[in-house]
């Protein structure tokens, strides 16, 4: 039986990295991988982008109300394993609702295709993800892509900047951009930052 795997990280811990990299190694391997992301994450219209400028084209991508098996079983042309798809790999994955979470396992279990979801466990003030809440609720395997704080020790949480200052209050989910911009933070230098505020 194939498993549900949620690896995460703060941003820049190279999630998206490790993910073209893992589709690399099946396709050298001469296996078939399908590369999915939410539609919610606008950055490469359509393409998965890593910050040290690699970019693929995603096989797919899911609105907030798209199912996600659906949208799967399509992409790998009606019979996914009819047609030999070795592994479903998808970035951003906490951007998915909790149902397209439950699609990524009965697409492990009941097609037997390994999933292997990318995402960061929290926003900008702490609180989880819908769809990394489910996937630390039901996947099989999690493993934490470690990147550090600007102090030098571990970062757990991601800042949001606008200019050259913190903020604590908006939208869960502003993309990385004009905008705004992200900096992963130790629990120390978050709560300097906060003020000692963790929402």
């Known amino acids: 039986m194939a498993k549900l795997y949620f690896r995460y990280g703060a941003m820049n811990s190279g999630k ?10 099946y396709e050298e391997r001469g296996q078939r991988v399908l590369l999915a992301k939410p539609a919610t994450d606008t950055k490469g ?12 084209d995603a096989d797919f991508c899911v609105a907030p109300d798209d199912s996600m098996l659906a949208a799967f079983v399509h992409a790998a042309g009606g019979d ?6 070795a592994c479903l790999l998808v970035d951003e ?3 998915l609702g909790s149902e397209q979470v439950d699609d990524l396992l009965r697409i492990a279990v009941l ?23 489910r996937l630390m609720e039901i996947a099989h395997s999690l493993e ?11 970062a757990l949480f991601n800042g949001r900047r606008v200019g050259d200052r913190f903020v ?27 003020g000692g505020a963790l929402a």
Do not use: M, W
């Not at 998206?16 to 190694?25: D, K």
């Not at 004009?178 to 230098?189: F, H, I, R």
């Open 111 to 133: 097609h037997d295709v390994p999933v292997l979801a990318y995402g960061i466990r929290t926003d900008f003030r702490t609180h989880a993800f819908p769809g990394s809440a």
């Open 16 to 25: 998206s990295t490790a993910l073209l990299q893992a589709a690399f190694n």
């Open 168 to 194: 604590f209050e908006g939208d869960q989910v502003a993309i990385d951009g004009a905008a705004v911009a992200y900096e992963s933070l130790c629990a120390t230098c978050y709560l300097r930052e906060s």
């Open 80 to 85: 996914p394993g009819g047609d030999h798809v």
């Open 144 to 154: 934490e892509l470690k990147t550090i704080c600007r102090c030098g020790r571990k």
């Open 45 to 56: 219209d359509g393409a998965i982008v890593s910050r040290l400028g690699v970019t693929r």
């Open 93 to 95: 994955a906490q951007f």
